[in-house]
Nanobody, 117 residues
């Protein structure tokens, strides 16, 4: 059974930082590209950051220079370090795993991030 379990969300003031974690089980982690997506109320889900199986990264323009995605294959965990948070970063953040080869992608259940004073 495949599971992606996010943690680390919460309430933070503007300018603050949070680190999200996503722990995976049931997959060969090193053979998956990983990503963080977010969805704000009444808005479509959008890609925030992606890291390939080879650790290449790509970021949405809105988070470049503020967010950093990383992975630890030994711990089967992907991270999203979020700095200089803004109110517009408020959303539910989802972890995503897509296999390099054939196979279905997987989603985590999401973790709420609220940036507010």
């Amino acid at each position: 059974q495949v599971q992606l379990v996010e943690s680390g969300g919460g309430l933070v003031q503007p300018g603050g930082s949070l680190r999200l974690s996503c722990a995976a089980s049931g997959i060969t982690f090193s053979l998956y590209g990983l990503g963080w997506y977010r969805q704000a109320p009444e808005k479509p889900r959008e890609s925030v950051a992606i890291i390939t199986s080879g650790s290449s990264t790509n970021y949405a323009d809105s988070v470049k220079g503020r967010f950093t995605i990383s992975r630890d294959n030994a711990k089967k965990t992907v991270y999203l370090q979020m700095n200089s948070l803004k109110p517009e970063d408020t959303a539910v953040y989802f972890c995503h795993a897509r296999p390099v080869g054939v196979g279905p992608p997987y989603w985590g259940q999401g973790t709420q991030v609220t940036v507010s004073s």
